[in-house]
């Protein structure tokens, strides 16, 4: 089976760097994309990982290490609008479904 | 392009009724998806369209689950007979299958309530 596990909640202030972790389990891997929800709204994303090493997309960097089953994203000068859940999830077989983290709660205070 | 549209957005229904969504996919996307998601938890798979084709269908999708692409554009995703644990959020999602790999683009979602 697949699983992805995350912290469930993480805590930051304005202008902070947070990072959340992401591993996981699976049978197959093509490779790691991140996603942002906000209550109530569609799943966005973010990046995506299919190699090792760092993918940078302005304030948001993802990290892969296929050998650790291991990734991470960062966010850099957070902002209060950052506050979300966001979701790891690894892309997986030939129709490129995605298999979901629980997700990680994102609360940005001042 | 206005981006992945589903309707109703919202849907309340008795138990044991059936409900049908929709899903309109950003154009010219031949790859289609529908996801479901309950409270704090992630998306889950569903099942797969390539263009009119449905070609992977999870176990979650029980007997009482059809879903429908009829010529490769819109989608259907109907409930038979709903029971309380129906209730969550089903997603669709899009994307066009160029080059190794492109995102997947999701609808604001349909949020089903059983009572």
């Known amino acids: 089976g697949q699983s992805l596990e995350q912290p469930s909640e993480v805590t930051a202030v304005e202008g902070a760097i947070v990072q959340i972790n992401c591993t996981y389990q699976t049978s197959g891997f093509y490779g790691l994309s991140w996603y942002q929800q906000h209550d109530g709204g569609a799943p966005t994303f973010l990046s995506y990982?299919?190699?090792?090493g760092l993918e940078e997309t302005g304030r948001f960097s993802s990290f892969l290490s296929r050998s650790d089953s291991y990734g991470y994203l960062l966010l850099q000068e957070l902002q209060m609008k950052d506050s979300a859940s966001y979701f790891c999830a690894v892309r997986w077989g030939n129709t490129d479904k995605l298999i979901f983290g629980t997700g990680t709660r994102l609360q940005v205070f001042p | 392009d206005t981006g992945v549209s589903q309707d109703p957005r919202h849907k309340i229904t008795k138990r044991g009724q059936n409900v049908t969504f929709r899903c309109d996919p950003i154009?010219?996307?031949?790859?289609l998806y529908w996801y479901r998601q309950t409270l704090g938890q992630g998306p889950e798979f569903l099942t797969y369209?390539?263009?009119?084709?449905?070609?992977?269908k999870s176990r979650l999708l029980s007997d009482r689950f059809s879903a429908e692409r009829p010529k490769g554009s819109f989608s259907t995703l109907e409930i038979q007979r709903t029971e309380q644990g129906d209730s969550a959020m089903y997603l669709c999602?899009?994307?066009?299958?160029?080059?190794?790999?492109?995102?997947?683009?999701f609808g604001q979602g349909t949020r089903l309530t059983v009572v």
């Open positions: 369209f390539q263009n009119e084709a449905q070609l992977e």
């Open positions: 999602a899009s994307s066009p299958r160029t080059g190794p790999y492109t995102e997947a683009f």
């Open positions: 990982n299919a190699l090792d």
């Open positions: 154009s010219e996307h031949n790859r």
